[in-house]
Protein backbone atom coordinates (compact mmCIF):
# COMPACT_ATOMS: atom_id res chain seq x y z
CA UNK A 1 0.00 0.00 0.00
CA UNK A 2 0.88 3.49 -0.67
CA UNK A 3 1.51 6.18 1.75
CA UNK A 4 -0.96 8.37 -0.53
CA UNK A 5 -2.91 10.36 2.46
CA UNK A 6 -2.60 10.48 5.97
CA UNK A 7 -4.83 7.51 6.89
CA UNK A 8 -2.99 5.16 4.78
CA UNK A 9 0.65 6.23 6.15
CA UNK A 10 -1.43 5.45 9.77
CA UNK A 11 -2.42 2.17 8.71
CA UNK A 12 1.40 1.48 7.22
CA UNK A 13 2.77 2.09 10.72
CA UNK A 14 0.34 0.66 12.57
CA UNK A 15 1.26 -2.91 10.54
CA UNK A 16 4.91 -2.06 10.45
CA UNK A 17 4.78 -1.09 14.19
CA UNK A 18 3.11 -4.94 14.26
CA UNK A 19 0.02 -3.29 16.15
CA UNK A 20 -2.14 -5.41 13.82
CA UNK A 21 -1.43 -8.38 11.06
CA UNK A 22 -3.99 -6.67 8.81
CA UNK A 23 -6.00 -3.87 8.54
CA UNK A 24 -9.65 -4.60 9.01
CA UNK A 25 -11.62 -1.60 7.87
CA UNK A 26 -15.63 -1.15 7.53
CA UNK A 27 -18.25 0.37 5.34
CA UNK A 28 -21.26 0.76 7.29
CA UNK A 29 -24.25 2.11 5.43
CA UNK A 30 -27.48 3.28 6.84
CA UNK A 31 -30.02 1.14 4.52
CA UNK A 32 -32.09 4.09 4.78
CA UNK A 33 -31.35 5.15 1.21
CA UNK A 34 -29.29 4.44 -1.93
CA UNK A 35 -25.77 5.39 -1.74
CA UNK A 36 -24.58 8.48 -3.54
CA UNK A 37 -21.50 9.83 -4.71
CA UNK A 38 -19.84 11.22 -1.15
CA UNK A 39 -20.98 7.27 -0.31
CA UNK A 40 -18.19 6.33 -3.35
CA UNK A 41 -15.56 8.48 -1.24
CA UNK A 42 -15.82 6.19 1.62
CA UNK A 43 -16.12 3.40 0.07
CA UNK A 44 -13.05 3.46 -2.03
CA UNK A 45 -11.44 4.18 0.94
CA UNK A 46 -12.08 1.82 2.82
CA UNK A 47 -12.21 -1.29 0.62
CA UNK A 48 -9.09 0.46 -1.13
CA UNK A 49 -7.57 -0.04 2.04
CA UNK A 50 -8.05 -3.83 2.71
CA UNK A 51 -7.53 -4.29 -1.52
CA UNK A 52 -4.32 -1.94 -1.49
CA UNK A 53 -2.58 -4.01 2.10
CA UNK A 54 -3.75 -7.28 1.88
CA UNK A 55 -6.41 -6.55 4.49
CA UNK A 56 -10.45 -7.04 4.64
CA UNK A 57 -13.01 -4.38 4.76
CA UNK A 58 -16.56 -5.66 5.66
CA UNK A 59 -20.14 -4.25 5.08
CA UNK A 60 -22.17 -3.57 7.70
CA UNK A 61 -25.40 -2.27 7.91
CA UNK A 62 -26.10 0.10 10.28
CA UNK A 63 -29.42 -0.80 11.04
CA UNK A 64 -30.67 0.54 14.18
CA UNK A 65 -33.57 2.72 12.89
CA UNK A 66 -35.87 0.10 11.61
CA UNK A 67 -39.02 2.44 10.50
CA UNK A 68 -37.01 3.96 8.01
CA UNK A 69 -34.78 1.13 6.75
CA UNK A 70 -35.97 -1.24 3.82
CA UNK A 71 -34.74 -4.39 1.82
CA UNK A 72 -34.82 -2.68 -1.14
CA UNK A 73 -32.49 -0.06 0.33
CA UNK A 74 -30.17 -3.08 1.05
CA UNK A 75 -30.20 -4.88 -1.90
CA UNK A 76 -29.51 -1.73 -3.63
CA UNK A 77 -26.05 -0.79 -1.51
CA UNK A 78 -24.97 -4.44 -2.17
CA UNK A 79 -25.12 -4.07 -6.01
CA UNK A 80 -23.88 -0.22 -6.00
CA UNK A 81 -20.77 -1.86 -4.13
CA UNK A 82 -20.37 -4.85 -5.87
CA UNK A 83 -20.55 -2.71 -9.36
CA UNK A 84 -17.96 -0.16 -8.31
CA UNK A 85 -15.46 -3.51 -8.18
CA UNK A 86 -15.38 -4.12 -4.61
CA UNK A 87 -15.50 -7.21 -2.67
CA UNK A 88 -17.04 -7.40 1.09
CA UNK A 89 -15.01 -9.74 3.47
CA UNK A 90 -16.89 -13.01 4.38
CA UNK A 91 -20.60 -12.50 4.91
CA UNK A 92 -22.48 -9.46 5.10
CA UNK A 93 -22.91 -8.38 8.23
CA UNK A 94 -25.89 -6.05 10.41
CA UNK A 95 -25.44 -3.75 13.34
CA UNK A 96 -28.83 -6.02 13.98
CA UNK A 97 -26.47 -8.96 14.08
CA UNK A 98 -25.21 -8.05 17.11
CA UNK A 99 -28.17 -6.95 19.00
CA UNK A 100 -28.03 -9.91 22.04
CA UNK A 101 -24.56 -8.68 22.72
CA UNK A 102 -25.53 -5.49 22.40
CA UNK A 103 -28.59 -6.38 25.03
CA UNK A 104 -25.81 -7.85 27.63
CA UNK A 105 -23.01 -5.25 26.95
CA UNK A 106 -25.97 -2.53 28.56
CA UNK A 107 -26.72 -5.28 31.57
CA UNK A 108 -23.01 -4.94 31.98
CA UNK A 109 -22.95 -1.95 31.95
CA UNK A 110 -25.92 -0.98 34.64
CA UNK A 111 -23.91 -3.75 36.47
CA UNK A 112 -20.95 -1.36 36.65
CA UNK A 113 -22.89 1.39 37.95
CA UNK A 114 -22.06 2.90 34.54
CA UNK A 115 -26.15 3.45 32.86
CA UNK A 116 -29.52 3.97 34.37
CA UNK A 117 -33.13 3.93 33.16
CA UNK A 118 -33.97 7.81 33.17
CA UNK A 119 -37.64 8.41 32.91
CA UNK A 120 -37.76 11.86 32.10
CA UNK A 121 -39.11 12.69 28.82
CA UNK A 122 -37.92 13.26 25.87
CA UNK A 123 -38.11 16.79 25.96
CA UNK A 124 -36.74 17.19 29.81
CA UNK A 125 -33.79 15.11 28.73
CA UNK A 126 -32.83 17.30 25.54
CA UNK A 127 -33.42 20.69 27.77
CA UNK A 128 -31.25 19.42 30.54
CA UNK A 129 -28.21 18.37 28.20
CA UNK A 130 -27.08 22.10 28.67
CA UNK A 131 -24.99 23.77 25.84
CA UNK A 132 -21.52 24.45 24.53
CA UNK A 133 -21.39 27.42 27.61
CA UNK A 134 -23.65 25.77 30.17
CA UNK A 135 -23.26 22.26 32.06
CA UNK A 136 -25.94 20.41 31.60
CA UNK A 137 -27.84 18.97 34.84
CA UNK A 138 -28.45 15.65 36.48
CA UNK A 139 -31.22 13.61 35.72
CA UNK A 140 -33.57 13.00 39.25
CA UNK A 141 -32.96 9.32 38.25
CA UNK A 142 -29.75 9.11 37.72
CA UNK A 143 -28.85 7.32 41.24
CA UNK A 144 -31.34 4.76 40.79
CA UNK A 145 -29.74 1.36 42.38
CA UNK A 146 -28.53 -1.12 40.01
CA UNK A 147 -31.39 -3.42 41.02
CA UNK A 148 -33.94 -0.75 40.32
CA UNK A 149 -32.36 -0.74 36.51
CA UNK A 150 -32.10 -3.76 35.80
CA UNK A 151 -35.43 -4.37 36.63
CA UNK A 152 -36.52 -1.55 34.81
CA UNK A 153 -34.68 -2.01 31.68
CA UNK A 154 -36.41 -5.18 31.81
CA UNK A 155 -39.52 -3.96 31.70
CA UNK A 156 -38.32 -1.64 28.73
CA UNK A 157 -37.35 -4.68 27.13
CA UNK A 158 -40.67 -6.96 27.26
CA UNK A 159 -42.95 -3.52 26.24
CA UNK A 160 -44.48 -2.55 29.55
CA UNK A 161 -43.77 1.19 28.88
CA UNK A 162 -44.48 2.96 25.96
CA UNK A 163 -42.27 4.83 23.61
CA UNK A 164 -40.68 7.79 25.51
CA UNK A 165 -41.79 7.13 28.47
CA UNK A 166 -37.70 6.25 29.35
CA UNK A 167 -34.60 5.59 27.73
CA UNK A 168 -31.24 3.99 28.92
CA UNK A 169 -28.45 6.30 29.38
CA UNK A 170 -24.57 5.51 30.09
CA UNK A 171 -23.55 7.38 32.93
CA UNK A 172 -20.49 9.67 32.44
CA UNK A 173 -20.57 13.21 33.18
CA UNK A 174 -23.20 16.17 32.76
CA UNK A 175 -20.64 18.55 33.24
CA UNK A 176 -18.63 17.55 30.53
CA UNK A 177 -17.29 19.72 28.09
CA UNK A 178 -18.25 17.47 25.35
CA UNK A 179 -22.28 17.07 25.06
CA UNK A 180 -22.04 13.71 23.91
CA UNK A 181 -20.63 12.43 27.29
CA UNK A 182 -23.50 13.64 29.19
CA UNK A 183 -24.91 11.11 29.79
CA UNK A 184 -25.90 9.82 25.96
CA UNK A 185 -28.91 7.81 25.78
CA UNK A 186 -28.11 4.08 24.94
CA UNK A 187 -31.47 2.35 24.31
CA UNK A 188 -34.70 3.97 23.51
CA UNK A 189 -38.31 2.45 23.28
CA UNK A 190 -39.62 1.59 19.66
CA UNK A 191 -42.27 -0.45 19.04
CA UNK A 192 -41.99 -1.40 15.66
CA UNK A 193 -40.31 -4.32 13.36
CA UNK A 194 -36.93 -4.83 12.32
CA UNK A 195 -36.20 -5.73 8.55
CA UNK A 196 -33.60 -8.23 9.85
CA UNK A 197 -34.89 -9.30 13.17
CA UNK A 198 -38.99 -8.91 13.29
CA UNK A 199 -40.52 -8.33 16.32
CA UNK A 200 -38.35 -9.83 18.21
CA UNK A 201 -36.89 -6.31 20.04
CA UNK A 202 -39.39 -3.39 21.31
CA UNK A 203 -35.79 -1.56 22.25
CA UNK A 204 -33.45 -0.44 19.73
CA UNK A 205 -29.98 0.55 20.55
CA UNK A 206 -28.74 3.62 19.52
CA UNK A 207 -25.97 4.93 16.70
CA UNK A 208 -23.40 6.07 18.78
CA UNK A 209 -23.32 3.17 21.34
CA UNK A 210 -24.10 -0.13 18.89
CA UNK A 211 -21.17 1.31 16.23
CA UNK A 212 -18.42 0.98 18.51
CA UNK A 213 -19.46 -1.93 19.65
CA UNK A 214 -19.97 -3.39 16.52
CA UNK A 215 -16.19 -2.56 15.31
CA UNK A 216 -14.96 -4.44 17.99
CA UNK A 217 -16.89 -7.63 17.95
CA UNK A 218 -15.15 -7.35 14.13
CA UNK A 219 -11.93 -6.15 15.39
CA UNK A 220 -11.73 -3.60 13.06
CA UNK A 221 -8.44 -2.19 12.99
CA UNK A 222 -9.51 1.01 12.08
CA UNK A 223 -12.50 2.28 11.65
CA UNK A 224 -12.92 5.42 9.37
CA UNK A 225 -15.46 8.31 9.34
CA UNK A 226 -16.07 11.79 8.73
CA UNK A 227 -15.42 14.68 10.66
CA UNK A 228 -19.07 15.04 11.92
CA UNK A 229 -17.77 12.10 14.12
CA UNK A 230 -14.59 13.51 15.60
CA UNK A 231 -16.54 14.76 18.53
CA UNK A 232 -18.19 11.38 19.18
CA UNK A 233 -14.37 9.84 19.30
CA UNK A 234 -14.69 10.65 22.97
CA UNK A 235 -17.44 8.11 23.65
CA UNK A 236 -16.75 5.68 21.45
CA UNK A 237 -13.31 5.39 22.98
CA UNK A 238 -14.78 5.59 26.82
CA UNK A 239 -17.27 2.61 26.05
CA UNK A 240 -14.95 0.20 24.93
CA UNK A 241 -12.72 1.08 27.39
CA UNK A 242 -15.05 0.92 29.97
CA UNK A 243 -16.63 -2.53 28.48
CA UNK A 244 -12.96 -4.10 27.90
CA UNK A 245 -14.10 -5.48 24.91
CA UNK A 246 -11.01 -7.53 23.55
CA UNK A 247 -10.51 -5.26 21.08
CA UNK A 248 -10.24 -1.68 20.33
CA UNK A 249 -10.65 0.00 17.19
CA UNK A 250 -8.95 3.02 16.79
CA UNK A 251 -11.39 5.77 15.13
CA UNK A 252 -10.21 8.12 12.58
CA UNK A 253 -11.70 10.93 10.92
CA UNK A 254 -11.27 12.86 7.49
CA UNK A 255 -13.78 15.43 5.79
CA UNK A 256 -16.45 14.14 3.92
CA UNK A 257 -17.17 14.71 0.12
CA UNK A 258 -19.06 17.73 -0.73
CA UNK A 259 -19.48 18.66 -4.71
CA UNK A 260 -21.32 21.37 -6.20
CA UNK A 261 -24.32 21.87 -7.95
CA UNK A 262 -25.66 18.71 -6.46
CA UNK A 263 -26.70 17.85 -2.67
CA UNK A 264 -25.21 14.46 -0.84
CA UNK A 265 -27.59 13.91 1.62
CA UNK A 266 -29.95 10.63 1.65
CA UNK A 267 -32.99 12.87 3.73
CA UNK A 268 -32.84 15.50 0.74
CA UNK A 269 -32.41 12.77 -2.12
CA UNK A 270 -35.20 10.68 -0.55
CA UNK A 271 -37.31 13.88 -1.28
CA UNK A 272 -36.59 14.29 -4.39
CA UNK A 273 -37.56 11.08 -4.96
CA UNK A 274 -40.32 10.96 -2.65
CA UNK A 275 -42.04 14.42 -4.07
CA UNK A 276 -41.44 12.77 -7.72
CA UNK A 277 -39.35 15.58 -8.51
CA UNK A 278 -37.14 12.71 -10.62
CA UNK A 279 -38.06 9.52 -11.88
CA UNK A 280 -36.92 7.05 -8.58
CA UNK A 281 -33.07 7.07 -6.98
CA UNK A 282 -31.52 5.62 -10.22
CA UNK A 283 -32.97 8.44 -12.03
CA UNK A 284 -30.07 9.50 -14.15
CA UNK A 285 -29.90 13.11 -12.64
CA UNK A 286 -29.56 11.83 -9.45
CA UNK A 287 -25.92 11.83 -7.37
CA UNK A 288 -26.82 8.60 -6.35
CA UNK A 289 -24.41 5.51 -7.21
CA UNK A 290 -27.19 3.97 -8.90
CA UNK A 291 -28.31 7.22 -10.87
CA UNK A 292 -24.69 7.72 -11.80
CA UNK A 293 -24.36 4.48 -13.51
CA UNK A 294 -27.69 4.83 -15.21
CA UNK A 295 -26.38 8.25 -17.10
CA UNK A 296 -23.07 5.90 -18.06
CA UNK A 297 -20.80 6.59 -15.44
CA UNK A 298 -18.58 3.67 -15.19
CA UNK A 299 -16.90 2.42 -12.28
CA UNK A 300 -13.78 3.35 -13.60
CA UNK A 301 -14.84 7.10 -13.49
CA UNK A 302 -16.09 7.00 -9.98
CA UNK A 303 -12.69 5.69 -8.50
CA UNK A 304 -10.24 7.73 -10.75
CA UNK A 305 -12.46 10.55 -9.52
CA UNK A 306 -12.36 9.61 -5.92
CA UNK A 307 -8.31 9.04 -6.30
CA UNK A 308 -7.92 12.60 -7.06
CA UNK A 309 -10.15 14.16 -4.55
CA UNK A 310 -7.62 12.49 -2.04
CA UNK A 311 -8.51 12.41 1.71
CA UNK A 312 -7.63 14.70 4.02
CA UNK A 313 -9.17 16.22 7.00
CA UNK A 314 -9.68 19.80 5.50
CA UNK A 315 -13.74 20.56 4.30
CA UNK A 316 -13.87 21.92 0.73
CA UNK A 317 -16.29 22.01 -2.41
CA UNK A 318 -15.50 19.76 -4.94
CA UNK A 319 -16.26 20.77 -8.74
CA UNK A 320 -18.88 18.84 -10.26
CA UNK A 321 -16.84 19.34 -13.40
CA UNK A 322 -14.25 17.09 -12.32
CA UNK A 323 -16.23 14.42 -12.23
CA UNK A 324 -17.11 15.13 -16.08
CA UNK A 325 -13.50 15.51 -16.57
CA UNK A 326 -13.13 11.55 -15.48
CA UNK A 327 -16.05 10.13 -17.12
CA UNK A 328 -15.19 11.88 -20.19
CA UNK A 329 -11.30 10.67 -20.07
CA UNK A 330 -11.99 6.99 -18.93
CA UNK A 331 -15.14 6.99 -22.34
CA UNK A 332 -12.78 8.77 -24.94
CA UNK A 333 -10.26 5.99 -24.81
CA UNK A 334 -13.09 3.16 -24.04
CA UNK A 335 -16.52 4.28 -26.01
CA UNK A 336 -16.68 3.64 -29.61
CA UNK A 337 -17.68 5.99 -31.86
CA UNK A 338 -20.97 5.65 -33.53
CA UNK A 339 -23.87 8.71 -35.55
CA UNK A 340 -26.22 10.07 -33.91
CA UNK A 341 -28.70 12.63 -35.56
CA UNK A 342 -30.62 14.76 -32.44
CA UNK A 343 -32.70 16.62 -34.79
CA UNK A 344 -33.00 15.63 -38.21
CA UNK A 345 -33.48 17.27 -41.38
CA UNK A 346 -33.94 15.39 -44.19
CA UNK A 347 -31.42 15.72 -47.05
CA UNK A 348 -31.85 13.91 -50.64
CA UNK A 349 -28.60 13.59 -52.73
CA UNK A 350 -30.20 14.16 -56.13
CA UNK A 351 -27.03 12.46 -58.06
CA UNK A 352 -26.81 9.19 -56.89
CA UNK A 353 -29.34 5.94 -57.18
CA UNK A 354 -32.21 4.44 -55.04
CA UNK A 355 -28.60 1.92 -54.26
CA UNK A 356 -27.10 1.51 -50.74
CA UNK A 357 -23.29 2.41 -50.94
CA UNK A 358 -21.79 0.28 -47.52
CA UNK A 359 -19.34 2.33 -46.39
CA UNK A 360 -17.18 0.94 -43.38
CA UNK A 361 -15.16 2.69 -40.62
CA UNK A 362 -13.50 1.78 -37.20
CA UNK A 363 -15.46 1.98 -34.19
CA UNK A 364 -12.79 4.07 -32.50
CA UNK A 365 -9.77 5.20 -34.35
CA UNK A 366 -7.56 4.16 -31.56
CA UNK A 367 -9.03 0.65 -31.08
CA UNK A 368 -8.52 -1.29 -33.89
CA UNK A 369 -9.45 -4.34 -31.71
CA UNK A 370 -12.96 -2.99 -31.33
CA UNK A 371 -13.58 -3.72 -35.20
CA UNK A 372 -15.28 -2.09 -37.78
CA UNK A 373 -18.79 -0.91 -38.41
CA UNK A 374 -21.12 -1.03 -41.48
CA UNK A 375 -22.48 2.99 -42.76
CA UNK A 376 -24.69 2.11 -45.47
CA UNK A 377 -25.02 5.84 -47.44
CA UNK A 378 -28.60 6.24 -49.20
CA UNK A 379 -30.21 8.41 -50.95
CA UNK A 380 -32.06 9.70 -48.43
CA UNK A 381 -30.24 10.83 -44.83
CA UNK A 382 -30.28 12.73 -42.21
CA UNK A 383 -28.49 15.36 -41.13
CA UNK A 384 -29.02 17.72 -38.21
CA UNK A 385 -31.08 20.94 -38.64
CA UNK A 386 -28.35 22.79 -36.43
CA UNK A 387 -25.98 21.82 -39.24
CA UNK A 388 -27.57 23.70 -41.99
CA UNK A 389 -28.47 27.32 -42.01
CA UNK A 390 -30.08 30.03 -44.44
CA UNK A 391 -28.64 32.92 -42.24
CA UNK A 392 -25.37 31.82 -41.55
CA UNK A 393 -22.99 33.58 -38.64
CA UNK A 394 -19.73 34.87 -39.61
CA UNK A 395 -17.44 31.70 -39.20
CA UNK A 396 -19.80 28.82 -40.02
CA UNK A 397 -18.43 25.82 -40.99
CA UNK A 398 -21.26 23.81 -41.70
CA UNK A 399 -23.60 23.42 -44.39
CA UNK A 400 -24.89 26.92 -45.94
CA UNK A 401 -27.33 26.92 -49.09
CA UNK A 402 -24.82 26.82 -52.71
CA UNK A 403 -21.95 25.85 -49.88
CA UNK A 404 -20.26 22.17 -49.25
CA UNK A 405 -19.95 20.24 -46.52
CA UNK A 406 -18.40 16.66 -45.49
CA UNK A 407 -20.49 13.77 -44.14
CA UNK A 408 -18.40 12.30 -41.78
CA UNK A 409 -16.94 8.98 -43.27
CA UNK A 410 -18.46 10.32 -46.67
CA UNK A 411 -18.75 12.15 -49.25
CA UNK A 412 -18.41 16.21 -49.75
CA UNK A 413 -22.04 17.22 -50.58
CA UNK A 414 -23.28 21.10 -51.89
CA UNK A 415 -26.40 22.27 -51.21
CA UNK A 416 -28.24 23.62 -54.33
CA UNK A 417 -32.06 23.74 -52.78
CA UNK A 418 -34.30 24.90 -49.64
CA UNK A 419 -37.59 22.97 -49.70
CA UNK A 420 -40.01 25.10 -47.42
CA UNK A 421 -43.41 23.73 -46.07
CA UNK A 422 -46.56 26.12 -46.13
CA UNK A 423 -45.48 27.78 -42.56
CA UNK A 424 -41.98 28.54 -44.26
CA UNK A 425 -40.17 26.01 -42.32
CA UNK A 426 -37.50 23.65 -43.67
CA UNK A 427 -38.20 20.79 -44.46
CA UNK A 428 -35.60 18.97 -46.57
CA UNK A 429 -32.84 19.85 -48.38
CA UNK A 430 -31.60 18.92 -51.84
CA UNK A 431 -27.94 18.20 -52.11
CA UNK A 432 -25.49 16.92 -54.83
CA UNK A 433 -22.84 14.93 -53.61
CA UNK A 434 -18.67 14.83 -54.93
CA UNK A 435 -18.92 11.18 -55.77
CA UNK A 436 -14.87 11.95 -56.09
CA UNK A 437 -14.58 12.64 -53.08
CA UNK A 438 -14.27 9.52 -50.92
CA UNK A 439 -11.26 9.57 -48.00
CA UNK A 440 -10.13 12.30 -50.31
CA UNK A 441 -10.17 15.73 -50.33
CA UNK A 442 -11.96 17.56 -53.57
CA UNK A 443 -10.43 19.33 -56.02
CA UNK A 444 -8.84 22.27 -56.25
CA UNK A 445 -10.96 23.73 -52.77
CA UNK A 446 -10.68 23.46 -49.39
CA UNK A 447 -13.82 21.51 -47.60
CA UNK A 448 -13.42 22.82 -44.06
CA UNK A 449 -16.53 21.45 -42.49
CA UNK A 450 -17.15 17.70 -41.26
CA UNK A 451 -20.91 17.07 -40.00
CA UNK A 452 -22.65 13.86 -38.85
CA UNK A 453 -25.10 12.10 -40.94
CA UNK A 454 -27.43 8.81 -40.67
CA UNK A 455 -29.47 6.68 -43.75
CA UNK A 456 -33.06 8.06 -43.71
CA UNK A 457 -34.10 4.59 -44.89
CA UNK A 458 -31.81 2.28 -43.20
CA UNK A 459 -30.98 4.16 -39.55
CA UNK A 460 -33.28 3.65 -36.64
CA UNK A 461 -35.50 5.61 -35.00
CA UNK A 462 -34.12 6.57 -31.04
CA UNK A 463 -35.22 8.33 -28.08
CA UNK A 464 -32.13 10.25 -26.20
CA UNK A 465 -32.20 11.89 -22.87
CA UNK A 466 -29.98 14.96 -22.64
CA UNK A 467 -29.80 15.36 -19.11
CA UNK A 468 -28.17 18.30 -17.69
CA UNK A 469 -27.45 19.08 -14.02
CA UNK A 470 -29.98 18.99 -11.77
CA UNK A 471 -29.36 22.10 -9.44
CA UNK A 472 -28.53 25.11 -11.18
CA UNK A 473 -26.71 26.43 -8.00
CA UNK A 474 -23.21 25.88 -7.44
CA UNK A 475 -24.78 25.31 -3.63
CA UNK A 476 -28.16 23.84 -3.46
CA UNK A 477 -28.26 24.06 0.23
CA UNK A 478 -27.42 27.47 0.70
CA UNK A 479 -30.76 28.82 0.44
CA UNK A 480 -33.96 28.27 2.20
CA UNK A 481 -35.04 25.40 0.30
CA UNK A 482 -32.56 23.62 -2.16
CA UNK A 483 -35.63 23.00 -4.48
CA UNK A 484 -36.12 26.23 -5.16
CA UNK A 485 -32.71 25.46 -7.65
CA UNK A 486 -33.90 22.67 -9.62
CA UNK A 487 -32.86 22.75 -13.18
CA UNK A 488 -36.14 22.53 -14.87
CA UNK A 489 -34.20 21.90 -18.08
CA UNK A 490 -32.18 18.94 -16.36
CA UNK A 491 -34.05 16.72 -18.79
CA UNK A 492 -34.50 16.64 -22.27
CA UNK A 493 -36.18 14.02 -24.59
CA UNK A 494 -35.26 13.89 -28.15
CA UNK A 495 -36.78 12.00 -31.14
CA UNK A 496 -33.21 10.85 -32.88
CA UNK A 497 -32.22 8.77 -35.57
CA UNK A 498 -28.74 6.58 -35.47
CA UNK A 499 -26.82 4.61 -37.21
CA UNK A 500 -28.30 1.12 -37.62
CA UNK A 501 -25.05 -0.26 -36.07
CA UNK A 502 -26.69 0.24 -32.93
CA UNK A 503 -29.83 -1.41 -33.66
CA UNK A 504 -28.62 -4.50 -31.12
CA UNK A 505 -27.03 -1.88 -28.20
CA UNK A 506 -27.48 -3.31 -25.33
CA UNK A 507 -28.17 -1.67 -21.74
CA UNK A 508 -25.13 0.05 -20.40
CA UNK A 509 -23.41 0.05 -24.29
CA UNK A 510 -21.86 3.30 -24.32
CA UNK A 511 -20.75 5.37 -27.10
CA UNK A 512 -19.47 8.38 -28.27
CA UNK A 513 -21.95 10.51 -30.84
CA UNK A 514 -19.29 12.18 -32.71
CA UNK A 515 -19.96 16.03 -31.97
CA UNK A 516 -22.06 15.64 -29.84
CA UNK A 517 -21.01 13.69 -26.53
CA UNK A 518 -21.36 10.13 -24.62
CA UNK A 519 -23.54 8.15 -24.39
CA UNK A 520 -25.48 4.88 -22.65
CA UNK A 521 -27.97 3.04 -23.96
CA UNK A 522 -30.57 3.12 -21.01
CA UNK A 523 -29.89 0.24 -18.76
CA UNK A 524 -33.76 -0.57 -18.02
CA UNK A 525 -35.35 0.87 -20.94
CA UNK A 526 -33.01 0.29 -23.71
CA UNK A 527 -34.45 -2.62 -25.87
CA UNK A 528 -33.74 -4.14 -29.27
CA UNK A 529 -37.39 -2.46 -30.87
CA UNK A 530 -36.77 0.65 -28.53
CA UNK A 531 -33.84 1.84 -28.54
CA UNK A 532 -32.81 4.29 -25.64
CA UNK A 533 -29.97 6.40 -24.85
CA UNK A 534 -28.90 8.52 -22.21
CA UNK A 535 -26.96 11.55 -22.42
CA UNK A 536 -23.83 11.08 -20.41
CA UNK A 537 -21.69 13.69 -20.58
CA UNK A 538 -21.05 16.66 -23.49
CA UNK A 539 -17.57 16.36 -25.57
CA UNK A 540 -16.16 19.56 -24.14
CA UNK A 541 -17.07 21.43 -20.14
CA UNK A 542 -19.80 23.54 -21.14
CA UNK A 543 -20.25 24.76 -18.07
CA UNK A 544 -16.94 26.56 -18.10
CA UNK A 545 -14.70 27.26 -15.36
P1 LIG B 1 -26.29 10.94 4.65
O1 LIG B 1 -26.02 12.24 5.33
O2 LIG B 1 -26.31 11.03 3.17
O3 LIG B 1 -27.48 10.22 5.22
P2 LIG B 1 -24.72 9.23 6.27
O4 LIG B 1 -23.34 9.52 6.73
O5 LIG B 1 -25.80 9.33 7.26
O6 LIG B 1 -24.99 10.08 4.97
P3 LIG B 1 -24.34 6.45 6.13
O7 LIG B 1 -25.20 5.46 5.46
O8 LIG B 1 -24.24 6.44 7.59
O9 LIG B 1 -24.82 7.84 5.60
O10 LIG B 1 -22.88 6.44 5.49
C1 LIG B 1 -22.06 5.33 5.40
C2 LIG B 1 -20.64 5.77 5.35
O11 LIG B 1 -20.44 6.67 4.27
C3 LIG B 1 -20.28 6.51 6.62
O12 LIG B 1 -19.04 5.99 7.10
C4 LIG B 1 -20.15 7.94 6.19
O13 LIG B 1 -19.19 8.61 6.94
C5 LIG B 1 -19.77 7.84 4.73
N1 LIG B 1 -20.25 9.01 4.00
C6 LIG B 1 -21.51 9.44 3.88
N2 LIG B 1 -21.56 10.60 3.19
C7 LIG B 1 -20.29 10.90 2.85
C8 LIG B 1 -19.67 11.97 2.13
N3 LIG B 1 -20.37 12.97 1.60
N4 LIG B 1 -18.33 11.94 1.97
C9 LIG B 1 -17.61 10.93 2.47
N5 LIG B 1 -18.12 9.90 3.16
C10 LIG B 1 -19.44 9.88 3.35
MG1 LIG C 1 -24.69 7.62 9.22
MG1 LIG D 1 -27.77 10.21 7.51
Not at 168 to 194: C, Q, T
Request: charged share 25%; glycine share 6%.
Amino acid sequence: MEAKDFIRSHIIEDLAAGKHTKAVTRFPPEPNGYLHIGHAKSICLNFGIAVESQGDCHLRFDDTNPEKESQEYIDAIKRDVTWMGFQWAGQVRYASDYFDALYDFALQLIQMGKAYVDSQTPEQIQQTRGSFTEAGKNSPYRERSVEENLALFEKMRLGEFAEGECVLRAKIDMASGNINLRDPVLYRIKKVAHHQTGDKWLIYPMYDYTHPISDALEYITHSLCTLEFEDHRPFYDWLLDTLGTPAHPQQIEFSRLNLNYTVTSKRKLKKLVDEHLVNGWDDPRMPTIAGLRRRGYTPESLRDFCERIGITKSDGVVDFGLLEFCIRNHLENTAPRAMAVLNPLKVVITNVEEATLALTSARHPNLPELGEREIPFTKEIYIDAADFSENPPKGYKRLVVGGEVRLRHCYVIRCDEVIKNEAGEIVELRCSADLNTLGKNPEGRKVKGVIQWVSATLGMPAEIRLYDRLFNQPDPEAGDNFLDCINPDALTVVQAVVEPSLANAQPEERFQFEREGYFVADLVDCKPNRLVFNRTVGLRDSWGG
